[in-house]
Structure formats: C-alpha cells, structure tokens
C-alpha cells in the first residue's frame, strides 16, 4: 500500500508539473504572439501617420501652385493690358508724324475741302466705334482665359497629384483592412487562450492521477491478451466504459463518442441547438454542470427582473452563451454539451429541473419557488442556530420543532424523512446543507425536499381534480377560468384571489388582464399544465 501511495503521489507531483510546464509555455506563447502583434500594429500606425503626412504635404503643393498659376495671370493679364497701351501709344506717335505731311501736301495742291474733311472724320468716328465693340467683344470673351501652354502645363500636374491620391488611398485602405484582420485574429486567440485557461483550470481541479489499469486484467474475461487488445490506442474515459461494460456483463457498445451531430436548424429546434454538421463533446462533469446552470439561473433571475415578461429558458441559454462566447461555433458548442450533460445528469434533483425547464416539461416558476423556499429555510433555520452555535450549527435534536414551525401542513411522516438524513450526526451545519459539494451533488436533506414538492405538488393537483368533478361534474371535458377559481377556493380557500390569478396568468402564459377572454380549456392539458407549475398551497384543505 505505501509503496501505491508513493507512485500515486508521483504520478500526481508529474501531472502537476505537467501541467504548469503546459500553463508556462501558453503564456509564453501568448506574450510573444502578444509582442508580435503589438509591433505589427505600431508598425501600421506608423506606415499610416506617413501616408497622412504624405497626403497633407501634397495638399500643400497643389495649394502652392494654384498660388503661382494666379501670379502668373496677373501678370500675363499686366503684360497684355501694358502691350495694348504701347501699341496705342505707337500708333498715336505715328499718326502724329504723318498727319503734318498730310495736310502739307493738301494745302500744296490746294484741295482744301471741308466736306471731304468732315466725311473722313465721321467714317472715322465709325471704324474707332466698330474696333471698340470688337475689344470689348474680345475681353469678354477671352479676359480669363489661360495660355494654352500654362494650362497643359497645370493640367498635367493635376493629373498626377490625383493619380497619386488615388494610389495613397488604395493603400491606406488595405491597411485599414489589414489592421481589422490583425485585430479580428487577436480577438479570436483571446478568445481560444481563455477557453485554454478555463480547461487548464478545470483540469487542476478535477484532474487525477492515471489509474493503475493493470489492475484490471484479472477481472476481464480473457486475461491479459484481451486486456490489451480491448485498451491499445483508448482513452482513460473510453477504458472506463469497456470495464464497467465487461463488470455488469454486457458488450462494450464503443468508444464515448467525441463529437455529437447537429440536429438542423428548422424553428422547432431550439436555438442553441440549431447547427448542421459535427459539435464537440466536451465530456462536462457533474461538478462543472451543476455550476453552469447555477449561473444560468442567477443571470436569467436578473434578466426578468429588468423585463416586465420572462424570458423562456432555452431563449434565454442562447443569448446567454452569445453574450458570453460571442462565437456561433463555441455557442453552439457549450448549447450541445449543457443540453448532453443535463439529461445524463437528470436523476440529480437539481439539474433535473433544470433540464425539464429547458425541454418545456417544467415551468420556470417551479426554481422560482422552490428557491423561494430553500432561502427562507435557511434563513429560519440559521438565526435559530444562533441561539446555540456562533458558528451557524444545530444540534440535531433542536431542528424538529424548527421544521415543523416552518411547514405547518407538512405530516410528522414528512418531517421525519427529513430528519432521517440526520441520523449518523448529532450536529449539523446549517449552511451546508443547502450548499452544493465540488462534485455537482446536493444533500440528501435538499433531495429530499425536491422529491417533497413533486408529492405535494401531484396531491394538490390530484385535489383540484376532485373539486372540478364535484362543481362541473366527471362528464366534462373542458373547465372554465371560474370553474378553475372554484375549485381553488374550495381546495385552498386561504389562497387569495390575487394569488390564484397570479399563477392562472403563469399557467396558461397571459397578462392579467387577458383572463377573462380565456375560453374553455381542455381538461388534460389543463391538468398538465398544472402538474409543470410551480403550485404550492397556501393553507390546509377547506372542507
């Protein structure tokens, strides 16, 4: 035995160190790939920061030079304006040096006709007049326009600068791009490091030492030969499914298989169960199954209380696990195996609501009420344990009367079924009865209170059923809402008529003001309805 305790705690001390060799070398993985990422990115920023100064330089020039195109055309608009005068100015010089000739030569020749005179001048008037329209025609249709040569000149920048824009937005937006690829990848190895860690976690806890399976062979039919042929190549899960199939005596059915296959994604599937193609198996514990839908329920208590209606369960899964994963591969993941592990779990009372809750057989009203309960029992039971134990305990001898003060309607054979579960210890821990242990599992007083509830819940049910017939008749098959609130007050007369309105409105999904459109209701359905709720009674039977 020390000798197997030794080479047990090897074994464990090599797993350990394991397993935090593995931890090391993710997290140094993770820094690195980190660094990486982190330089790419500077990287770009940087590339990014040269491209806008590139652009904003640009910008300047282009400024620049239609400052200079300006100048020019001033001072080609000068050169014109000052060719023009001097042009004028010649042509006045000229006329001043031949008109004296003129006149010479007219006065020689004696030809002094002042009629001619007058006709020269007035035809004169009239050529100066048509040359004033023409330039003035000619400014206004050509006063702005550029020479040809500057234009093509301008023109051709242009053309450039805006090839050159365009090429530096083509790449600032594949980088644009690239960065979201690169921010996209890291939230995704984000993503997949935690789901890591969340697995490291759960494996340091739950882990053990491999088992000796040697230890197996005399106790498999064919000895050691079949023994190896049955386990060559398998999984510590898969050896323990063929050993307890070769201990009860029936064939080993195969290996656990490792994926489960999507069930489609027509609406009557529920949502985080809609997927086509293959979903891996996680194999969750008990431990870990008990704790998730513990948080599922918290979270959902929260969500209704924000909203004026509840939300269905398996609705409220699916956005829980979006919010939480954010991807559909990992939603749809964690949606199959919470599913899986809920049902192979069942028999536990806990996880069994919740799994009939999730399949539609339960109303959510029924965790509602009985957490109601646990809660106040506890509180009652620990400001009485006070009284003795600073610590929260009870000796046992003290809880009857404790019990029977807080279920008055329960029997003494009820009481003493909860306090069978007391019977080996004469002391008990208040709080930790109603806590749940590392592997998943409540007390047998807890169970035992589960297993009460469905009693009482099928008689009261049962005695509903007995005053319908009495007040209706056993011929009908259909009751209507004041039927139904009949038969509450004869079967619970001390539960009001707010509180049986209340559960009527949960009963069949309505606001309270819809009860009374409620036409007849089948009788199974209304009783099934009933047996899925969350009814408690109120007080004794009326008579």
């Not at 969340?198 to 197996?216: I, V």
């Not at 369960?313 to 559909?328: M, N």
């Not at 009820?414 to 242990?437: G, P, Q």
Request: net charge negative.
């Amino acid at each position: 035995i020390s000798t197997y305790l030794q080479k047990a705690v090897v074994s464990t001390q090599s797993t350990g160190e394991a397993n935090d060799k593995r931890l090391q070398d993710l997290r140094q993985l993770e820094t690195a790939e980190v660094e990486q990422l982190k330089t790419e990115k500077q990287a770009l920023v940087d590339e990014l920061d040269a491209s806008k100064e590139e652009r904003y330089s640009l910008k300047r020039q282009i400024d620049r030079l239609q400052e200079e195109v300006e100048k020019q055309y001033q001072l080609y608009r000068n050169e014109a304006d000052a060719r023009k005068m001097l042009v004028a100015d010649i042509n006045e010089l000229k006329y001043r040096v031949d008109a004296p000739s003129a006149i010479k030569s007219e006065s020689s020749t004696g030809k002094d006709d002042t009629t001619l005179i007058k006709f020269k001048l007035n035809k004169t008037k009239e050529d100066l007049a048509k040359l004033q329209d023409k330039l003035n025609e000619v400014l206004a249709d050509y006063g702005d326009v550029v020479p040809r040569r500057e234009y093509e000149r301008l023109e051709g920048l242009h053309t450039t600068n805006s090839e050159s824009l365009e090429r530096y937005k083509t790449d600032y937006n594949s980088l644009i791009k690239e960065h979201q690829t690169l921010l996209d990848q890291h939230k995704l190895m984000s993503a997949e490091r935690d789901e890591f860690s969340h697995e490291l976690g759960l494996m340091k806890r739950s882990a053990t030492p491999r088992p000796e399976w040697d230890q197996a062979v005399p106790y498999i039919e064919g000895g050691e030969a079949a023994w190896k042929e049955m386990s060559t190549g398998k999984s510590s899960n898969q050896l323990v499914g063929i050993l307890i199939g070769s201990l009860i005596g029936k064939e080993h059915s195969g290996p656990v298989e490792e994926f489960f296959e999507g069930e489609g994604t027509e609406p009557p599937i529920p949502k985080y169960l809609r997927w086509t193609g293959k979903v891996r198996n996680r194999n969750l514990s008990k431990a870990d199954t008990a704790q998730l839908i513990q948080d599922i329920w918290n979270q959902k208590i929260v969500s209704d209380t924000e909203k004026e209606h509840g939300t269905d369960l398996a609705d409220f899964l699916h956005s829980y696990l979006q919010q939480k994963y954010q991807e559909d591969l990992l939603v749809v993941e964690w949606g199959y195996n919470i599913h899986h592990a809920c049902g192979l779990y069942r028999n536990e009372p806990h996880i069994g609501l919740f799994y009939e809750t999730l399949t539609g057989d339960a109303d959510d009203s029924v965790y509602s009420v009985l957490c109601t309960q646990h809660d106040a029992l506890l509180t009652h039971l620990y400001q009485a344990s006070l009284k003795y134990d600073s610590e929260g305990s009870l000796l046992v001898k003290n809880i009857p009367p404790l019990l029977q003060a807080f279920f008055p309607l329960k029997e003494t054979g009820d009481i003493d079924e909860l306090m069978a579960t007391f019977s080996d210890t004469d002391k008990v821990n208040v709080k930790a009865l109603f806590n749940t242990e590392r592997d998943g599992n409540i007390s047998e007083f807890l169970k035992i209170l589960y297993n009460q509830f469905y009693k009482e819940r099928a008689q009261y049910v049962k005695d509903l059923h007995t005053s319908l017939v009495s007040i209706c008749g056993s011929d009908k098959k259909e009751y209507n809402i004041q039927d139904l609130c009949k038969a509450f007050e004869i079967t619970d007369p001390e539960k009001s008529s707010k509180e049986v309105n209340k559960l009527l409105a949960k009963v069949f999904s309505l606001n309270l003001d819809q009860l009374s459109s409620v036409g007849p209701v089948d009788r199974e359905l209304l009783l099934q309805r009933l047996k899925s709720s969350g009814l408690i009674r109120s007080g004794p039977k009326g008579v």
